[in-house]
């Protein structure tokens, strides 16, 4: 049975830098993320697209309140659907991303669906990258260079960061959250690590994470504190036998516990479990598992306001 919610409001988009947009979907948990707007000249370059139909629609009518330039290219940092369910509704756009991206978006369709049944997904349509690197690539969007850097496995097995480098703005995607839970399911807590290095060293002024409110490099701290507290948690609880909800309620979250989406602690604590074993990278964790020990963690099913 799914429980009735009441949708978070649409997104709004805030510039944060000349032509350099950001659309903010809070509270930023389950399915409600950020997106980017950069808008040079007459073209405009957008990073990731939205959960749901109407979330996306809303986010085209923003792009057209601050400019009339079409959409020319959306990047994609990851393939997980609140980035990328919303890219069918720009055609005009060569979607660009990593090849594991295209690869996942294709071969999961909309099979996350179901995990968020309260969800009005409206009219979605699988709509992958084409125009897919796993190298550092640049794309000269008018005045702006615009630097797609591929950083994984971090978050994914797929993930890319967009980054401006005369503004130094950082679109960080799901690799670095702010207020937010980080996730490590469907990748790497030691490489989130590596990419965390890859990211600080770009030493960006703003950085606009996949979800939460726009900072600066202090959210990698934040975020590696985080990943420390994981690796110490599943260390304990792989050595006592513990499953990951298990070795989640042993484990005290401290000022973590303010963070949105808590239970996560469960599948980054499998994830961790799964790189203690020695388990090649990205080997994949059991999804009908790990999402039944989350919702008992949190003690109700998954809130997602999208
Ligand atoms: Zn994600």
Same mark, same amino acid.
Not at 186 to 199: H, V
């Given at each position: ?113 179901? %995990? ?139 000022? %973590? ?50």
């Amino acid at each position: 049975m799914t429980e009735a919610i009441t949708p978070a409001a649409l997104g709004d988009l805030v510039q944060i830098e000349n032509g350099v947009y950001v659309f903010s979907q809070p509270d930023w948990g389950w399915g409600l993320n950020n997106s980017g707007v950069i808008v040079s000249g007459d073209t405009a370059l957008l990073v990731d697209t939205c959960f749901t139909e109407r979330r996306t629609n809303r986010l085209r009518e923003e792009i057209r309140r601050v400019s009339t330039s079409p959409v020319k290219y959306v990047v994609n940092t990851h393939h997980h659907g609140d980035h990328t369910f919303g890219n069918y509704q720009f055609p005009e756009a060569t979607i660009v991303g990593h090849p594991y991206c295209r690869e996942k978006i294709l071969s999961e369709g909309l099979d996350v669906v179901p %995990y968020f049944g309260a969800v009005d997904f409206g009219d979605i349509r699988i709509s992958p990258p084409t125009l897919c690197s796993d190298a550092r690539s640049t794309i000269l969007l008018g005045e702006v260079t615009v630097e797609v850097i591929p950083v994984a496995p971090a978050h994914t097995l797929g993930d890319v960061v967009v980054w401006l480098p005369q503004q130094r703005v950082l679109f960080a995607g799901d690799v670095a959250l702010n207020g937010s839970t980080p996730v490590i399911t469907d990748g790497s807590l030691a490489g989130s690590r590596l990419a965390l290095g890859i990211l600080r060293s770009l030493k960006p002024r703003l950085v606009v994470p996949g979800h939460g409110p726009t900072g600066g490099p202090e959210i990698f701290d934040a975020v590696a504190g985080y990943f420390d507290l994981v690796e110490s948690a599943a260390r304990r609880g792989y050595t006592r036998g513990l499953t990951p909800l298990e070795a989640a309620r042993a484990t005290t979250l401290g000022e %973590y516990a303010e963070w949105s989406d808590s239970e996560r602690l469960v599948a980054n604590i499998a994830r961790t479990y799964s790189e203690l074993r020695g388990e090649p990278i990205g080997t994949p964790l059991a999804r009908k598992e790990i999402a039944p020990m989350m919702t008992e963690f949190a003690g109700h099913p998954l809130r997602c306001l999208a």
